[in-house]
């Protein structure tokens, strides 16, 4: 089941119901001695809903990996070892060398790319993964993109948000969030740096908050 975007209640006046969107390759100004307009491409307002998207593609991620059958449990987080992102960006603390992935997911007319690295054991999963928001999408506010992650991530897994908090990681705006569905429960951390969208979560039958908590902790920002 795809997840649907949550509502954007901060979305301009052209967006109630019945009215047309303007087309976002043609623009209103005109020059000063009344000649032709002046074609402009105004940055298109889609934050908060593409950053619900890029949370339940992530969701998804991590409920396909829980139900794959793993080798072994998960080791203490006492065992993990630094990971340094290959593109020097950033590092964390992982329980074993992770598998990396990419897709694709298109919203609301725009494609985002998403790259996720995995750690899946047979009780338990482990993932970062993140998403380059496009320079010509103008972004709401920290809270909307990451509210709005987590409310995509929720209906991705068909789950319902126990509870989320704004918090600061690796000096960045945040947010925490315990999601439970039928399928198990995902604690994910949410972080915003500029136009990146990070997502650390931990997915399993049952919530460790151990471990989610030393994966977010250990999350550093190296540049890049």
Do not use: C
């Amino acid at each position: 089941m795809s997840a649907q975007p949550p509502t954007d209640t901060t979305t301009e006046p052209w967006t109630s119901k019945g009215s047309t969107p303007p087309d976002p390759t043609e623009s209103s100004a005109s020059s000063l001695d009344g000649g032709a307009a002046t074609p402009e491409r105004p940055k298109r307002r889609w934050g908060p809903i593409l950053g619900g998207a890029a949370g339940a593609i992530v969701a998804a991620v991590v409920v396909a990996v829980v139900t794959r059958p793993g080798s072994s449990s998960m080791p203490s987080v006492d065992r993990w070892t630094a990971f340094s992102d290959p593109d020097g960006r950033f590092t964390v603390s992982m329980p074993k060398q992770p598998e990396r992935t990419t897709q694709q997911e298109s919203a609301a007319g725009l494609t985002l790319d998403i790259i996720v690295f995995t750690a899946a054991y047979s009780d338990s999963a482990v993932v970062v993964g993140y998403s380059d928001y496009p320079d010509d999408l103008e972004l709401g506010t920290p809270e909307q993109v990451l509210d709005g992650a987590t409310q995509g991530a929720a209906e991705a897994t068909e789950g319902t948000v126990i509870s989320s908090m704004a918090v600061t990681v690796a000096g960045r705006p945040a947010m925490n969030a315990d999601i439970q569905s039928e399928r198990g429960r995902a604690l994910s951390t949410f972080v915003l740096d500029g136009r990146r969208l990070y997502v650390l979560t931990t997915a399993g039958r049952e919530s460790r908050n151990d471990i989610q908590s030393h994966l977010s902790d250990s999350f550093t920002l190296t540049g890049g």
